[in-house]
């Protein structure tokens, strides 16, 4: 039996075999294929419920396997995984555009559209057709025949780049070994990372010695602490240089191509580029609103980040006589400078921040402000022994959610941090069904000796992630396409990162930051040294985030077809928000995952923008005390459980009362 076809609730993780995929994926296109052509092939007039509703709940066995799998091919894969992924992702593809390209279909949703004002609409169903309207003539629908196949062809050999992108970038970081059998080689570095970097070795087969590898938890700490500058030049070139090596794992066609691909759609479509086609779905709204933006900032942060910069060098050249100073030696002497400045540092953090006592800290504070609580299970399948499952209930029982964390590094495991969902919220035939929701982390594990303790960085990540699980599993409307964190993408991170700003405070940090040793709660001059360093060097880390930003916009917001040489053109973009001298082995682009891999093209700006919303959300939090129940539910009312039934900055004013200011965050981060 394949556990896919059948109907399940939870994801049958320990029944599916990766055989299972592949006939799945083809039964359940065939299903929803029959469910559009009752749709179309329907003798009644369109109306709302018979072609919009209809639409909007067909696919669903093909979506919740959709999500399992590529769930899979981020967080546990391996190559059979990647093989399929390969082969359903054109199909996936084609089968969305039979969809939007589907005349008969598109017929009647557009009948449905134009007769919308005299249809007595709630605001949520408006907002469904307006979407779904748009959807299809924004993807073709309107296209002459010989223009839908080259579509058609365009999205196919995308879809399959993008995987390839992906791959390529996975294979490059799990390749990296750096294997050690100096001790002194490892000088500077905390115990903790010592040990974690001896148990590395022996589980890949040495019996001593130690390994560093591009994993965050392996590179980071080396970055930060190890003395050997020698040691970081050649890790900072080998993490920099991901995808730029001319070798068969190389990613430089690959953007090229996804660019090219992703513009000549674009035009194809009637925009200008692919950024116009993107923002204008965003709150944003056009690429001259995106780069006045960002360069309104700019303006703002670059005298920060070079006063910064030059304070950086000078400390650099007193303490070690460094001539140059090098990205392999800015972690280094930041948090040397750091530790003179504020007499702060993260390993004096970390026994405070168990993993298991930050994320009972997350829990605390999500039952304080919503009324949430957390239960541990042990009855619900996972796909791997390591992932942690919750049953997430209101103060009245009512069950709200499944909750998965999965927390450390593996090999079958992409980088970075995100939130997924196994199965959308959405209400049907007076049934309101329930998410299940997903954290996925690398931090730093444990070792012999400890437990895993976290940076402050990654209690900052987990709080961020749990964020966004809060705008999932807090989800409650009617249609599963508008449910959650389907949001316009510059609004999506606001709950993310809004939910970082209690990590800050005195109130917060007392719940869960105690001594994994002795249990002492931290101590409050550590709690200020904390909020004291929150804006060290944010001019530089506000530079760094407009660049990725303008690189994001260099390659979407122009004509990409004369490139030809990605780091050439890159440098260009990088022009303006330089501060270390250049590196020719290394390529930011060749694995900018974000944008050629995952869904932010034309977006990374939106990382800026939220935290406009965010600082100015959080703002009146602290004029009203952060756990006030009243702007807590405001929040959760008009942001959290609303997903994209209506337009954001709505949404948004009836929470605060008003549009968010710039001020708010350029005074939380100094650089007013």
């Given at each position: 039996m394949?556990?896919?076809?059948?109907n399940?609730?939870?994801?049958?993780?320990s029944k599916?075999?990766?055989?299972?995929?592949k006939?799945?994926f083809?039964?359940?296109?065939?299903?929803?294929?029959?469910?559009?052509?009752a749709?179309?092939s329907s003798t009644a007039?369109?109306?709302?419920?018979n072609?919009?509703?209809?639409?909007?709940?067909?696919?669903?066995?093909l979506?919740?396997?959709s999500?399992?799998?590529?769930?899979l091919n981020?967080?546990?894969?391996?190559?059979?995984i990647?093989?399929?992924?390969?082969?359903?992702s054109?199909?996936?593809?084609e089968f969305?555009?039979?969809i939007?390209l589907?005349?008969?279909?598109?017929?009647?949703?557009?009948?449905v559209?134009?007769q919308?004002?005299d249809?007595?609409?709630?605001v949520e169903?408006?907002?469904?057709?307006?979407?779904?309207?748009?959807s299809?003539?924004?993807?073709?629908?309107n296209l002459?025949e010989?223009?839908?196949?080259?579509?058609r062809e365009i999205d196919?050999?995308?879809?399959k780049?993008?995987?390839k992108f992906?791959e390529?970038?996975l294979a490059?970081?799990?390749?990296?070994?750096?294997?050690?059998?100096?001790?002194a080689?490892?000088?500077?570095?905390?115990?903790?990372?010592?040990?974690?970097?001896a148990?590395l070795?022996?589980?890949k087969?040495k019996e001593?010695?130690?390994?560093?590898?591009?994993?965050?938890?392996s590179?980071?700490?080396?970055?930060?602490?190890?003395?050997?500058?020698?040691?970081r030049?050649e890790?900072?070139?080998?993490?920099?240089?991901?995808g730029?090596?001319?070798n068969e794992l190389?990613?430089?066609?690959?953007?090229?191509k996804?660019a090219?691909?992703r513009?000549?759609?674009?035009k194809?479509?009637?925009?200008t580029?692919?950024?116009?086609?993107?923002?204008e779905?965003?709150?944003?709204?056009t690429?001259?609103k995106?780069?006045?933006f960002?360069?309104e900032?700019?303006?703002?942060?670059?005298p920060?980040?070079v006063?910064?910069f030059?304070?950086?060098?000078?400390?650099?050249k007193?303490?070690?006589?460094?001539?140059?100073?090098?990205?392999?030696?800015?972690s280094?002497?930041?948090?040397?400078?750091?530790?003179?400045?504020?007499?702060l540092d993260?390993?004096?953090?970390?026994?405070?921040f168990?993993?298991?006592n930050v994320i009972?800290?997350?829990?605390q504070?999500?039952?304080?402000l919503?009324?949430?609580?957390?239960?541990e299970?042990?009855?619900?399948?996972k796909?791997?022994?390591?992932?942690?499952?919750?049953?997430v209930?209101?103060?009245?029982k009512?069950?709200?959610?499944?909750?998965?964390?999965?927390f450390h590094?593996?090999?079958g495991k992409?980088?970075?941090?995100?939130?997924?969902?196994?199965?959308p919220?959405y209400?049907?035939d007076?049934?309101?069904?329930r998410p299940?929701?997903?954290?996925?982390?690398?931090f730093?594990?444990s070792t012999p000796?400890?437990?895993?303790l976290?940076?402050?960085n990654?209690?900052?990540?987990l709080f961020?992630e749990?964020?966004?699980?809060l705008?999932?599993?807090?989800a409650?409307?009617?249609?599963?396409?508008?449910?959650?964190?389907?949001v316009?993408?510059?609004?999506?991170?606001?709950?993310s990162q809004?939910?970082?700003n209690?990590?800050?405070e005195k109130?917060?940090?007392e719940l869960?930051?105690?001594?994994?040793?002795t249990?002492?709660?931290i101590?409050?001059?550590?709690?200020q040294k904390?909020?004291?360093?929150a804006?060290f060097?944010?001019?530089?880390q506000?530079?760094?985030?407009l660049?990725?930003?303008?690189?994001?916009?260099?390659?979407?917001?122009?004509?990409?077809?004369?490139?030809?040489?990605v780091?050439?053109y890159?440098?260009?973009a990088?022009?303006d928000t330089n501060l270390y001298p250049e590196?020719?082995e290394?390529?930011m682009?060749?694995?900018?995952?974000?944008?050629?891999q995952g869904g932010?093209?034309?977006?990374?700006?939106?990382?800026?923008w939220a935290e406009?919303?965010d600082?100015d959300a959080?703002?009146?939090?602290?004029?009203?005390?952060?756990f006030?129940?009243?702007?807590?539910t405001?929040?959760?009312?008009?942001?959290l459980?609303?997903?994209g039934?209506e337009?954001?900055?709505v949404?948004?004013?009836?929470?605060?009362?008003?549009?968010?200011?710039?001020?708010?965050l350029?005074?939380?981060?100094?650089?007013?």
């Amino acid at each position: 039996m394949n556990p896919l076809v059948e109907n399940f609730d939870l994801a049958p993780f320990s029944k599916i075999k990766n055989e299972h995929f592949k006939p799945a994926f083809l039964k359940a296109m065939e299903d929803a294929r029959a469910e559009i052509d009752a749709i179309t092939s329907s003798t009644a007039a369109p109306t709302f419920e018979n072609t919009i509703e209809a639409l909007e709940f067909s696919g669903q066995q093909l979506d919740r396997i959709s999500s399992v799998f590529f769930n899979l091919n981020s967080a546990e894969t391996n190559e059979e995984i990647q093989q399929i992924a390969q082969e359903i992702s054109p199909l996936l593809s084609e089968f969305g555009n039979d969809i939007t390209l589907n005349e008969a279909l598109f017929k009647r949703i557009k009948t449905v559209y134009e007769q919308r004002d005299d249809l007595d609409l709630t605001v949520e169903q408006r907002t469904l057709l307006e979407k779904r309207y748009k959807s299809f003539s924004r993807n073709g629908a309107n296209l002459s025949e010989d223009k839908k196949k080259r579509l058609r062809e365009i999205d196919a050999e995308a879809s399959k780049l993008k995987l390839k992108f992906g791959e390529n970038l996975l294979a490059e970081t799990n390749k990296y070994q750096k294997y050690i059998t100096n001790e002194a080689d490892l000088d500077g570095l905390p115990d903790g990372a010592k040990e974690a970097a001896a148990q590395l070795a022996k589980s890949k087969g040495k019996e001593e010695g130690w390994m560093l590898t591009l994993d965050y938890p392996s590179y980071i700490p080396f970055m930060k602490y190890a003395k050997n500058r020698t040691l970081r030049k050649e890790l900072s070139l080998a993490f920099g240089s991901k995808g730029f090596h001319g070798n068969e794992l190389d990613n430089k066609e690959n953007v090229l191509k996804i660019a090219k691909l992703r513009h000549e759609r674009a035009k194809l479509l009637g925009y200008t580029t692919h950024a116009h086609f993107i923002l204008e779905e965003r709150m944003a709204e056009t690429p001259e609103k995106v780069h006045s933006f960002l360069n309104e900032l700019l303006e703002k942060a670059k005298p920060a980040a070079v006063r910064e910069f030059k304070q950086l060098e000078d400390f650099a050249k007193k303490e070690d006589a460094i001539d140059r100073l090098e990205k392999w030696d800015g972690s280094y002497y930041s948090e040397k400078l750091k530790q003179k400045l504020f007499s702060l540092d993260d390993e004096q953090l970390k026994p405070y921040f168990k993993l298991e006592n930050v994320i009972d800290g997350v829990f605390q504070v999500a039952e304080k402000l919503f009324g949430l609580q957390f239960e541990e299970v042990s009855d619900i399948d996972k796909y791997h022994q390591e992932v942690k499952t919750y049953k997430v209930y209101d103060t009245d029982k009512n069950f709200i959610s499944i909750f998965y964390a999965d927390f450390h590094p593996r090999a079958g495991k992409r980088g970075g941090a995100w939130m997924t969902s196994f199965k959308p919220q959405y209400i049907r035939d007076g049934q309101n069904v329930r998410p299940h929701i997903s954290n996925v982390c690398n931090f730093t594990p444990s070792t012999p000796s400890k437990p895993s303790l976290l940076t402050f960085n990654e209690v900052t990540t987990l709080f961020h992630e749990f964020g966004h699980g809060l705008h999932g599993m807090l989800a409650n409307t009617t249609y599963p396409s508008l449910s959650g964190t389907s949001v316009y993408w510059d609004f999506v991170e606001l709950p993310s990162q809004v939910m970082e700003n209690w990590c800050y405070e005195k109130e917060a940090l007392e719940l869960f930051a105690k001594h994994y040793e002795t249990g002492e709660v931290i101590p409050m001059e550590l709690v200020q040294k904390i909020k004291d360093s929150a804006t060290f060097q944010e001019g530089m880390q506000t530079l760094r985030q407009l660049s990725f930003g303008l690189l994001d916009m260099a390659w979407h917001g122009t004509d990409p077809t004369n490139i030809t040489n990605v780091k050439e053109y890159e440098d260009k973009a990088f022009a303006d928000t330089n501060l270390y001298p250049e590196t020719p082995e290394t390529c930011m682009s060749t694995a900018f995952a974000h944008i050629f891999q995952g869904g932010y093209s034309s977006g990374y700006y939106s990382y800026k923008w939220a935290e406009v919303l965010d600082a100015d959300a959080f703002a009146y939090f602290k004029q009203e005390g952060i756990f006030n129940k009243e702007v807590a539910t405001k929040f959760k009312e008009h942001v959290l459980s609303k997903g994209g039934t209506e337009n954001p900055m709505v949404l948004y004013k009836r929470f605060r009362g008003a549009e968010p200011k710039v001020e708010a965050l350029l005074e939380r981060a100094g650089l007013l």
